[in-house]
C-alpha cells in the first residue's frame, strides 16, 4: 500500500498475503461495488485514508488513476 499525500491518492498492490484472511481493512475504509464506482462507506478515524481527508459517503471514481467500474472490489 503507497499513501502518496502530495498527490491525494493511494495505491494498492497485491503481496504474498494478498488470500490471508482477516478482520482488519488496512486502508482505513469500508467499500461496496457501486454502478458509478465505489461506495465509500465508512473511513476509520485516525487511518492514513483520514489523513487524506477522503471522508464518507462518497463515490470513488478512480484508483490509481484508473476508471473504477466496482467490479474490482470483489
Do not use: C, W
Not at 503481496?15 to 484472511?21: A, D, E, L, V
Not at 477522503?54 to 463515490?59: G, K, R, Y
Amino acid at each position: 500500500m503507497h499513501f502518496n499525500y502530495q498527490e491525494g491518492f493511494i495505491a494498492l498492490m497485491k503481496n504474498n498475503r494478498f488470500s490471508y484472511k482477516t478482520d482488519i481493512d488496512r486502508s482505513g475504509l469500508v467499500l461496496e461495488p457501486h454502478r458509478l464506482g465505489a461506495l465509500i462507506e465508512q473511513v476509520a478515524e485516525d487511518s492514513h485514508a483520514a489523513e487524506l481527508g477522503i471522508t464518507a459517503p462518497a463515490i470513488m471514481k478512480e484508483i490509481n488513476g484508473k476508471k473504477n467500474n466496482g467490479k474490482q472490489l470483489r
